[in-house]
């Protein structure tokens, strides 16, 4: 006898529409349904950009339900949550390294080799994350004694302030 799986749809929590709750009117709450509840849960998790930063007590007295039943809802709309941190966290990440490499660049001798450095760092976080394969050290040229060329570095920044 052949089992069928149930094709059970997940719930978009984002795309769920949360009704307007004036001011002073809270008791509106306690009227949600477990998918307003989670569309509600998974836009304070977003906002604060961690699950810790939302208390899961004081949303159960919001909603008037136990802490448990709360801590179920996190469980439920975590996945979803997680994808969409970890895609902002990786854009922002992504952002910041490239600016720093372009003003690195756009500098002195000792900022440039600043800029090589980071470059090879995030590519080596990049390739610690799975989002890009090992290039061949002869590619990188990744056995650079970067100690000398730091060395470097400051010797030129030293000049520089001298003039």
Not at 22 to 33: S, V
Not at 51 to 67: D, E, W
Request: with cysteine.
């Amino acid at each position: 006898m052949e089992v069928k799986k149930r094709n059970r749809k997940i719930a978009r929590y984002l795309d769920i529409k949360i009704p307007h709750v004036p001011e002073g009117q809270e008791e509106i709450y306690k009227t949600f349904n477990s998918n307003q509840r989670r569309a509600v849960i998974a836009r304070l998790i977003l906002d604060t950009g961690h699950p810790r930063s939302v208390s899961q007590v004081a949303l159960g007295k919001k909603f008037g339900i136990t802490q448990q039943r709360i801590s179920e809802d996190f469980k439920v709309v975590m996945p979803q949550v997680t994808k969409i941190l970890k895609k902002e966290g990786e854009a922002v990440i992504h952002a910041v390294m490239n600016k720093a490499i372009r003003d690195c660049v756009n500098g002195t001798n000792a900022e440039k080799i600043k800029a090589a450095q980071l470059a090879k760092d995030y590519h080596g976080m990049l390739v610690e994350s799975g989002e890009i394969e090992k290039a061949p050290n002869e590619v990188l040229n990744t056995d650079i004694d970067w100690s000398e060329a730091y060395d470097q570095a400051e010797k030129e920044l030293e000049e520089e302030k001298d003039e």
